[in-house]
């Protein structure tokens, strides 16, 4: 049982739910509690060790500027299946005509500060804080777990994303594009690399829905976690 001082009220929601308040050193409570939305706990810290933790567990930070850090673990699961991406013509066109340069983990530091930047529809501001982008750099500096896609149109960055490896499992934080289908194309050749299993996308978009995403139960979804734990990625 979790102390009664460990729970905060989340009055965000339809009906008012209990959500788990981490301190320094607390372990997440089981994914089950998360209310509705996903929402699992709040506070702790950003630490290496504490982001490990959370994507070995399917848990994410996700937050905005002011507010405590807030952990997610939502069901059902978006995830990408790399034998169910869907490459439309044009993509296919665009990729033989090689208008676009790929790299891999070349400018991680750019391509985060980039998907922080992009304006994006119906959102105001970015959850990409600075504290963010600096927990990811050291995530791929120090523990070499998140990898970068880049996409150049000469010398200059237009697209690209960033996540978290558990072992064949790529957990998708954020992608940006610059020009025409930019981060499209980041995605369809960090899938054929052929070093993921599964692509988690977290949560629901059209975008990635066109490309082949769909919602998986979090139970299952916890499961190809599980099983990729001891697997070799990028």
Same mark, same amino acid.
């Given at each position: ?14 009906? #008012? ?9 607390? %372990?997440?409570? %089981? ?7 996903? @929402?699992?706990?709040? &506070?702790?810290?950003?630490? #290496? ?11 994410? %930070?996700?937050?905005?500027? &002011? ?5 997610? $673990? ?45 304006? @994006?529809?119906?959102?105001? &501001? ?14 791929? *500096? ?24 558990? &072992?064949?499992?790529? $957990? ?28 988690? $996308? ?12 769909? *919602? ?19």
């Amino acid at each position: 049982m979790y102390p009664a001082s460990q729970f905060c009220f989340n009055l965000c929601s339809a009906f #008012p739910v209990a959500i788990f308040k981490l301190f320094a050193n607390d %372990p997440f409570p %089981p994914v089950e509690m998360a209310d509705l939305d996903g @929402r699992l706990a709040i &506070g702790a810290n950003l630490s #290496p060790q504490r982001l490990i933790q959370a994507y070995s567990q399917g848990i994410f %930070p996700w937050y905005s500027q &002011g507010s405590p850090i807030v952990w997610w $673990c939502p069901d059902p699961r978006f995830v990408l299946f790399p034998n169910e991406l869907k490459i439309s013509k044009s993509m296919r066109q665009l990729r033989r005509r090689s208008t676009y340069r790929v790299t891999f983990n070349t400018a991680f530091r750019e391509v985060i500060a980039a998907c922080a930047k992009i304006k @994006r529809p119906d959102q105001q &501001g970015t959850w990409i804080l600075p504290e963010m982008q600096q927990a990811y750099l050291r995530l791929f *500096e120090t523990e070499k777990i998140a990898h970068s896609v880049e996409v150049w149109f000469n010398d200059e960055l237009v697209g690209g994303l960033y996540g978290v490896a558990v &072992g064949r499992v790529f $957990c998708g934080e954020s992608m940006f594009s610059k020009a025409d289908n930019a981060s499209k194309l980041a995605l369809i050749e960090l899938v054929g690399t052929g070093d993921f299993d599964l692509i988690d $996308c977290q949560v629901y978009t059209d975008h990635l829905a066109s490309l082949g995403a769909r *919602e998986i139960p979090r139970t299952d979804f916890l499961k190809y976690l599980s099983s990729a734990q001891s697997q070799v990625s990028l």
